[in-house]
């Protein structure tokens, strides 16, 4: 199976198990909006649990907060939003099809790597035990040709943009021969910026009314409640705010399914600390989020980190950790060392002191933030993405979602063997015992088997089988997700093996 069929498996599953739906598909849909579904917000539930328990309650010094979303516009003329928050967009004549500028050179860039990547592999199947890749990369002539090219398009690329010059992103396009995908040509229009923005009218009456914005990021929430939380939690820096919320971005090109979204949530962290010590906290922030996303279980080489070679004009360093999508490695969080840039706009603009006293140094500044930035949904979709897995048993193909137990949506299936002889009543008392604590679902129509599939597909690690035998001796069949594997355990024991295996403290334990 290509990787593009899987991508396509994965979002028709998505929607077949209520996972997530098209936004408003009844009146044909509304382009890159998406619903979640009975088990999408289950499983998104418990990613943000994740996130908020390893942020807020491990860290004593990081606290939360729930800003709101619309907010004083004069926030995104501080932040620089107003001015600045533009994707460069071109359009192809022939397929009237539009693109983000900088994405179609990124991945005319990383085509560069895949060509890379290629020779190295076919080199180690060539050489066998004796490869010695690090050699072969710096020797190779091919290979050092490939990256002389490749950097010189990243070098332009990066002047291009530090220059706002959206005349020398478009000559790359056209010096390198990027065609579009759809048509084929290169037949091109000049490249503009675009705000992304969302604005609408604050006030029952137009005309009189204020335009403001739907956030494109939630940082802003903190930054301008920094002195709250700092003043009335009485914070000693180093301390952080956490926040998850939605944000709002008119995206150019929506693709990839929950990947780029118009409507999607953020969960954001500012960590506050004293000047000059930004870039150790950034390196403690990137090991620690890194390990947070390991954790899961879906496999170390899954990630990787990009440094960012054009940084933002108020950062001081930035790296995104990428994830390996059906579709490649996409950026997945960011971490970014802000310098004081927001909070200094924020006290320019506001005209209101935002500093913080120092009693040990006995001095005044404005704090330096170390910032780490993920999106939900995509965070969502990269475990629905290594999670699913199509596997033979015996004569037929059986779709698992191997969801780490933690996050499951469903924790355990009560299924009574038959409709009849008791084995519901006691099947519904076993249930309502484990509904206290965990999520589960009751189950008595169709076969065993058939019910055991629909709980593969939407991840359930656990299923327990009430049989005859159940009402004479108290005991059940416990059925592994994974394996498959079936035991006898008392009706005593379940919550116990079920709690201890699906409890978030197995991944939150990693994190210490
Ligand atoms: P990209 O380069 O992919 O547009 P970005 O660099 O603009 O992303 P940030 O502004 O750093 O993204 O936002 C932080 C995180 O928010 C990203 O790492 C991503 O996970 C998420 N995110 C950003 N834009 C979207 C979107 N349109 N849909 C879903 N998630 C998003």
Not at 129 to 139: I, K, L, P, Y
Not at 384 to 410: F, H, K, M, N
Not at 417 to 424: F, I
């Amino acid at each position: 199976m290509t990787q593009e069929d899987l991508f396509k498996k994965i979002v028709s599953h998505c929607k077949e198990y209520g996972f997530i739906f098209q936004s408003s598909e009844l009146y044909d849909g509304l382009s890159a909006v998406y619903d979640y579904g009975q088990n999408g917000v289950e499983l998104k539930n418990n990613i943000k649990e994740y996130w908020w328990k390893a942020m807020v309650q491990l860290n004593e010094e990081v606290v939360g907060l729930d800003s709101a979303i619309f907010m004083h516009p004069t926030i995104w003329k501080a932040s620089g939003h107003v001015d600045a928050f533009n994707d460069p967009l071109i359009d192809n004549k022939d397929s009237k099809k539009r693109y983000r500028a900088d994405v179609l050179i990124e991945d005319h860039i990383e085509k560069f790597n895949d060509k890379i990547n290629k020779e190295v592999e076919k080199a180690r199947k060539r050489f066998g035990d004796a490869f010695n890749e690090e050699q072969f990369r710096s020797t190779n002539q091919r290979v050092l040709d490939y990256q002389a090219k490749m950097d010189a398009v990243k070098a332009r690329f990066v002047k291009a943009l530090e220059d706002n010059d959206l005349d020398g992103i478009r000559q790359i396009i056209i010096d390198e021969g990027i065609v579009c995908p759809i048509s084929g040509t290169k037949n091109w229009t000049e490249v503009r910026q675009f705000n992304l923005m969302f604005d609408t009218k604050l006030g029952s009456v137009a005309e009189g009314a204020n335009t403001i914005y739907l956030r494109p990021e939630t940082a802003q929430g903190i930054f301008v409640n920094y002195l709250n939380v700092q003043k009335t939690g009485r914070m000693k820096i180093p301390f952080g705010i956490a926040q998850i919320g939605k944000a709002f971005r008119n995206e150019i090109v929506a693709r990839q399914f929950i990947f780029r979204m118009r409507e999607f949530e953020q969960m954001e962290m500012q960590y506050f600390v004293k000047p000059g010590t930004e870039l150790e906290w950034f390196e403690k922030w990137r090991e620690k989020r890194l390990k947070w996303h390991k954790a899961l279980g879906m496999g170390d080489n899954k990630y990787r980190w990009h440094k960012h070679d054009k940084l933002a004009h108020y950062a001081n360093a930035a790296y995104d950790i990428e994830f390996d999508f059906p579709f490649g490695f996409k950026e997945i969080e960011g971490i970014h060392s802000r310098t004081n840039f927001d909070l200094s706009q924020h006290q320019q603009f506001s005209g209101k002191k935002i500093q913080y006293f120092d009693n040990e140094a006995n001095e005044a500044y404005t704090p330096y933030v170390v910032e780490t930035s993920i999106g939900l949904d995509r965070m969502f979709l990269s475990i629905i993405s290594s999670a699913y897995c199509e596997e033979q048993v015996g004569d037929e193909t059986r779709v698992v979602l191997r969801i780490p137990a933690p996050l499951a949506p469903v924790k355990v299936a009560v299924l009574p063997l038959v409709k009849k002889d008791g084995l519901p009543e006691l099947a519904e008392k076993i249930m309502n015992r484990l509904k206290l604590n965990l999520n589960c679902q009751y189950e008595e129509k169709d076969s065993i088997g058939k019910r055991y599939r629909r709980q593969d597909a939407i991840g359930t690690p656990f299923c327990i089988t009430v049989d005859h035998q159940s009402a004479e001796d108290g005991t059940v069949t416990l059925r592994h997700r994974d394996t498959m594997e079936q035991e006898r355990v008392s009706i005593d024991d379940i919550e116990r093996i079920v709690t201890e295996k699906c409890d978030i403290k197995n991944l939150l334990r990693q994190l210490m």
